[in-house]
């Protein structure tokens, strides 16, 4: 496994981790991760190593004749969750497009939108509703902290402001789109597991430290992630 490429990160250092206790003397991993994520990275590479702690099952190992839900199923919340941290890094995207520009990081009517859609698909696909409208919701909540602190990071350093202008409606908002589709046969597919119990805490945090390290969270993401999944086994 190579070493991930950073992300927008800061406050990071190289963490060591063996690639399991029986691992050949030598054999190891080096992470770039944000030292507040250094126990998940931990956990994280254990169950990459196959120490399954919820009996969750990689992908991978799963029959290629496997229906696609129950394929879903057996990945946990690691897809569910991988999908979130997508839609959090959009939101530099976003950011973006409207610094330094009039459009308000605000936008109800779109927000508005998002959510009708997300109860509508929500429906056809059998899952509780209000569950889904308020899980969507988080993200659009999480989507404008990480937009609010990019405008203050790149209001004390210009330098860091980005050059570029999305175009919202052509590139970021079909990315959106796919996500919300997405979200929704992962919230399905997941439905069984996502209760306050043991297991899907266990399984959240673990799909938290994935996606961290897959990413290369900076700690305004990683915070923005767990807010965004935080309620998932409530």
Known sequence: MGTPALGKGDDRE???IPLSPNAEKGKSMYVN??????????????MFCGMAVVGVTPAAAAPAAAAPTQTLSREGLTPLVGLAAERILLADKVAAAKFGTSTPIEDPVRERQVLDRAAALAAEAGIDVQDTVEFFRAQIEM????????YDRWTRHPELAPTDRPDLATEVRPQLDRITVAFIDHLAATEDLRRPTPRCTISLFLAEARADLRYGLDRLHERALHGAVERLCT
């Not at 944000?34 to 254990?46: D, Q, T």
């Not at 989507?143 to 990019?150: F, N, T």
């Open 143 to 150: 989507s404008k902290v990480v937009q609010r602190g990019l």
């Open 14 to 16: 190289i963490v060591h």
């Open 33 to 46: 991760a944000p030292c507040s994520s250094l126990l998940r990275v931990a956990l994280s590479s254990l």
